[in-house]
């Protein structure tokens, strides 16, 4: 697991994540396979895209929202922990995801102050990746520097 942020760097990150979402995503893009990386709010049923980065597609700024218990992201928020999926057509532990668009996952949950789930911060493809566990232990690290993005 990587060290917290020291105080200083997590403000001046903070700041950087308001004013400059996109580019914030498309950096974390940059260190993994994944074609996408984004960031979703939790609101009911409805999973809402807040911002997305699409390597094949950089300037657009948001993908579609989608039926909360159709995504990995829900399974993160019930687990409140990180997800790593590296073969969704294969991985045993949710045969409901098979046919699911989203094949590969990387995901963190984005907590409130209390702990509980607000959205999640995540790494996802239309195609197989290895599992990037290492990633995940990062985003859990980072997830709160997004934390303002869901209000």
């Known amino acids: 697991?990587?060290?917290?942020?020291?105080?200083?760097?997590?403000?001046?990150?903070?700041s950087i994540a308001r004013e400059d979402l996109h580019g914030v995503l498309a950096s974390l893009n940059a260190r993994v396979p994944f074609r996408f990386t984004g960031?979703?709010?939790?609101?009911?049923?409805?999973?809402?895209?807040?911002?997305?980065?699409?390597?094949?597609?950089?300037?657009?700024?948001?993908?579609?929202?989608?039926?909360?218990?159709?995504?990995?992201?829900?399974?993160?928020?019930?687990?409140?922990?990180?997800?790593?999926?590296?073969?969704?057509r294969r991985d045993p532990r949710y045969p409901w995801m098979r046919a699911n668009a989203v094949i590969s996952y990387c995901g963190v949950p984005i907590r409130s102050d209390a702990g509980t789930p607000l959205g999640t911060l995540c790494h996802f493809d239309l195609a197989a990746w290895p599992a990037q566990g290492d990633e995940a232990g990062y985003l859990l690290c980072i997830a709160d520097l997004f934390r303002h993005c869901l209000d």
Not at 1 to 14: C, N, Q, S, V, Y
Not at 61 to 69: F, Q, S
């Open 1 to 14: 697991m990587l060290d917290p942020l020291p105080t200083a760097a997590f403000e001046a990150t903070r």
């Open 39 to 88: 960031v979703y709010r939790f609101d009911g049923a409805l999973l809402c895209n807040v911002a997305l980065f699409d390597r094949l597609s950089p300037v657009v700024p948001r993908g579609a929202d989608a039926p909360l218990g159709e995504t990995y992201c829900a399974i993160t928020g019930r687990m409140n922990d990180a997800l790593l999926v590296s073969d969704g």
